[in-house]
């Protein structure tokens, strides 16, 4: 048999404790959902196989692909602010990695095919919706330019799955830099496992942060650069109305992706208080909590790593404080540069900040839907653009007058800007994976078995920053009767 997988698997290299290794569930009656062939291809896969009898084999867990390694990672975590010293992959298997084009090391990682020691009470199964609803945000992301994981097939299983009704079960493989989690440093740091510290950290830093190893302190260039990556993960987030929903530090990768996309939205009105997640009752993972809940998931990070940042705790606890405090300036910068390119202002003078603040709670008060304003912004850059598309989507037109004019006259302060608007248009999406639209999709692809709303959906969303007119209607934020108050993430 040919390796249709070039798996090099490093992981499972790593002490026995690291994982517990574990076959995928057979899958009684596997259909392929979708391949997505580019991403194969990028991966150095061939996706015709992929899409073969026996490459869903393999997508299903029905077979394991040669050279596979099957393991469950070993992660604990804070769970909504409190600890559980053991969550574990509990419904998530990991192949094995593969080196891609670029020559970047990727997991391949089956979503919802089995139980694993670390299942608990759970079944270990996914279902048809949250796969779908996964594959269609992590992918929308990527094209917007986020760091994401990646989504290379759906299937579905052919098991019934029980949740609050029976449902079809289904896989996603998914496709990270790594699975590794602030959660599983936590694994180690619960057990004063200093020594699987040591190597934990040893490995990151030569997958991820190759550069921190020649630094003088490792562990603490290690740290610097998680909390460079997540300040501009988070800052990227906001600046498209990304809502994560679940930000458990088990769900905060170290390679700075976005990673495990559970009841995650989009928002249409602007509002930083807004909340999707059914789980979130306390909104204490709403839009606008996102940078402080990521520097309190990096504080957590950098406890973990006190035994490595240096021999008297007193110091390193300095170092550790030392670093977190870069975190909000760091956020700053790439969040409000972020806001003037959305403003298409591309010197610094005062106000400035003042204009996008006044900007964003206008928008509050007017329920102002925030990707259509700044696309429609930019297109009412051009001398003699009629305003009326921008002024009809605040409650109240007139104060959408006057800051228009402020805009004007700011923008008129920059010499030579004539490709203002294409710049402006390159950061504001026309597209993004709008809520309504997911579960509308989901809806047809679990009691239908329509899955053309989910083609189409990725069709528009693979390129969220062209005008793509045919596809004009998905730009619509939602009507009254179609709007979703709530997402759940169907586990
Ligand atoms: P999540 O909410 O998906 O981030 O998962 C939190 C923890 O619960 C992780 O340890 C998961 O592996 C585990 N988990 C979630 N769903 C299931 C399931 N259906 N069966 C077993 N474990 C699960
Ligand atoms: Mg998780």
């Not at 393999?58 to 469950?72: C, D, F, T």
């Not at 670390?118 to 992918?139: I, N, Q, T």
Request: one cysteine or more.
């Amino acid at each position: 048999m040919t390796f249709h997988f070039p798996f090099d698997n490093s992981y499972a290299r790593l002490p026995d404790r690291f994982f517990a290794r574990v076959a995928p569930a057979v899958a009684p009656a596997p259909v392929l959902i979708r391949v997505n062939r580019g991403l194969a291809t990028a991966l150095g896969l061939d996706a015709d196989w992929l899409e073969s009898p026996e490459g869903l084999e393999v997508l299903s867990g029905k077979r394991v692909a040669e050279g596979a390694e099957p393991i469950a990672m070993a992660y604990a975590g804070h769970q909504f602010g409190n600890f559980v010293p053991q969550l574990g992959d509990g419904r998530a298997i990991l192949l094995g990695e593969v080196v891609d084009t670029h020559g970047h090391r990727k997991d391949i990682q089956l979503k919802g095919a089995g139980r694993t020691p670390f299942s608990r009470g759970g079944d270990g199964r996914a279902v048809l919706g949250p796969v779908l609803r996964e594959y269609v945000v992590s992918e929308a992301m990527a094209a917007l330019g986020i760091a994401t994981t990646r989504a290379l097939a759906a299937v579905t299983t052919g098991e019934k799955v029980m949740r609050d009704a029976v449902l079809p079960g289904a896989v996603l493989t998914r496709v990270a830099s790594s699975h590794i989690r602030v959660g599983t440093f936590q694994y180690f740091a619960a057990r004063q496992d200093v020594e699987g510290l040591q190597t934990l950290t040893r490995y990151v830093i030569d997958r991820h942060y190759p550069d921190a190893a020649v630094e003088e302190n490792p562990a603490r260039a290690f740290l610097d650069s998680v909390i460079t990556a997540q300040a501009k993960l988070v800052a990227s987030w906001l600046l498209v109305g990304f809502i994560h929903g679940v930000m458990n530090t088990d769900n905060t990768s170290v390679a700075g992706e976005t990673i495990d996309y559970g009841p995650c939205a989009f928002m249409d009105a602007y509002d930083p208080a807004t909340v999707f997640s059914s789980i979130d009752r306390g909104g204490r993972y709403a839009y606008g909590n996102q940078p402080q809940i990521m520097q309190w998931n990096l504080t957590r990070l950098a406890e973990t790593l006190l035994p490595l940042l240096a021999d008297e705790e007193e110091a390193a606890i300095e170092l550790a404080q030392e670093a977190l405090s870069s975190f909000a300036a760091q956020f700053e910068q790439a969040y409000h540069s972020g806001l003037m390119r959305k403003l298409g202002l591309f010197t610094t003078r005062d106000g400035d900040m003042e204009l996008a603040r006044d900007m964003l709670s206008a928008m509050t008060q007017n329920q102002v839907d925030f990707t259509l304003f700044f696309r429609r912004l930019a297109d009412a850059e051009a001398p003699g653009s009629p305003d009326e598309p921008i002024r009809a989507l605040f409650v109240d037109p007139t104060v959408c007058d006057a800051l228009l004019a402020r805009w004007r006259e700011r923008i008129a302060q920059e010499a030579g800007e004539e490709n203002r608007r294409d710049l402006m248009r390159l950061v504001n999406p026309a597209y993004i994976p709008r809520n309504h639209r997911i579960e509308a999709m989901i809806k047809s692809a679990v009691e239908e078995g329509d899955f053309a709303p989910f083609e189409e959906l990725l069709t528009v969303l693979a390129k969220p920053y062209d005008d793509q007119l045919e596809w004009a209607h998905y730009m619509d934020p939602p009507q009254e009767h179609e709007r979703v108050r709530a997402t759940f993430c169907g586990t």
